[in-house]
T-cell receptor, first 111, second 115 residues
Framework: RKEVEQDPGPFNVPEGATVAFNCTYS??????FFWYRQDCRKEPKLLMS???SGNEDGRFTAQLNRASQYISLLIRDSKLSDSATYLC????????????FGAGTRLFVKA | GAGVSQSPSNKVTEKGKDVELRCDPI?????LYWYRQSLGQGLEFLIY????????KSGLPSDRFSAERTGGSVSTLTIQRTQQEDSAVYLC?????????????FGPGTRLTVT
């Protein structure tokens, strides 16, 4: 089992739709979590951190479920410009610091 | 302020040659990471540096790969005797630290093509 797993998709949704991605992790000692966005042939860019209490930034909501060991990203009112690959990142410090990126979930928003 | 910069942006080399890739992290960031991303694939962790601590080299794929970080700032990733399977985008990132949930900021990457 991979330490961080994401559904690769692709998710094909119409403009205005709500879409959600999950990312599961296996190490219960994981400490910090992030969502990144990566456009084709570009570097990953930080989208948002994920806090234990959940957090929202405009149309984006991130949540952490420690009991079930997953994080989620919800995008409301999807825009064409949201089309990208979304990467989750999990950091933990068991036996030394480690950072693991998920393989990403591809999203296509169509008109 | 200035972000992470990498050079060169593109590098084409012949199989068997050595290459050096450079990364300038964000000023004040103590942690620096190297990743590799092949076309259509996820990020593969290579190595990270944190302050003056010994680097974590656990992700380096072979002894042909090495990296150093001079003066706690600029880092160089060296690939010796390049092979065609080394062709990928090499990404560098930096963060304030490796604990406390600090975010990583990426440079634009170096696209390496081995012919």
């Amino acid at each position: 089992r991979k330490e961080v797993e994401q559904d690769p998709g692709p998710f094909n949704v119409p403009e205005g739709a709500t879409v959600a991605f999950n990312c599961t992790y296996s190490n219960s000692a994981s400490q910090s979590f992030f969502w990144y966005r990566q456009d084709c042939r570009k570097e990953p860019k930080l989208l948002m951190s994920v806090y234990s209490s959940g957090n929202e930034d405009g149309r984006f909501t991130a949540q952490l479920n420690r009991a079930s060991q997953y994080i989620s990203l919800l995008i409301r009112d999807s825009k064409l410009s949201d089309s990208a690959t979304y990467l989750c990142v999990v950091n933990f410090s068991t036996g030394g610091f480690k950072t693991i990126f998920g393989a990403g979930t591809r999203l296509f928003v169509k008109a | 302020g200035a972000g992470v910069s990498q050079s060169p942006s593109n590098k084409v080399t012949e199989k068997g040659k050595d290459v050096e890739l450079r990364c300038d992290p964000i000023s004040g960031h103590t942690a620096l990471y190297w990743y590799r991303q092949s076309l259509g694939q996820g990020l593969e962790f290579l190595i990270y540096f944190q302050g003056n601590s010994a680097p974590d080299k656990s992700g380096l794929p072979s002894d042909r790969f090495s990296a150093e970080r001079t003066g706690g700032s600029v880092s160089t990733l060296t690939i010796q005797r390049t092979q065609q399977e080394d062709s990928a985008v090499y990404l560098c990132a930096s963060s304030l630290a490796t604990t406390g949930g600090y975010e990583q900021y990426f440079g634009p990457g170096t696209r390496l093509t081995v012919t």
